[in-house]
């Protein structure tokens, strides 16, 4: 059982950042894949980035390569979210998932999940 906590949203100009946080319990939480998530109003949730459980192999969608950045600490059984250079679509709520599959872009293939955390950006 892990259980996920994100923080770190809020709201932010475009051209801005902001840094997500999600905190895991559980003494399980280095043998898990993590992912991001976002769903914005109206829309499906969709992948936006994953970590492996060594934090070596990372993957991003292709809207938010290049200006988001997933990092993990196994030891603080933490994963983060640097997003920089965002902008008005990338407001949504951002959930965290763990995955015991590797690191997946398809939302099945996690088995945890927080609660989500609001980013909302304007232009």
């Known amino acids: 059982q892990v259980q996920l906590v994100e923080s770190g949203g809020g709201l932010v100009q475009a051209g801005g950042s902001l840094r997500l946080s999600c905190a895991a319990s559980?003494?399980?939480?280095?043998?898990?894949?993590m992912g991001w998530f976002r769903q914005a109003p109206g829309k499906e949730r969709e992948f936006v980035a994953a970590?492996?459980?060594?934090?070596?192999?990372?993957d991003y969608a292709d809207s938010v390569k290049g200006r988001f950045t997933i990092s993990r600490d196994n030891a603080k059984n933490t994963v983060a979210l640097q997003m920089n250079s965002l902008k008005p679509e990338d407001t949504a709520v951002y959930y965290c998932?763990?995955?015991?599959?590797?690191?997946?872009?398809?939302?099945?293939?996690?088995?945890?999940w927080g609660q989500g955390t609001q980013v909302t950006v304007s232009s």
């Open positions: 559980g003494r399980t939480f280095s043998t898990y894949s």
């Open positions: 970590v492996g459980w060594s934090g070596g192999n990372t």
């Open positions: 998932a763990a995955s015991p599959a590797g690191t997946k872009r398809y939302a099945r293939n996690y088995s945890y």
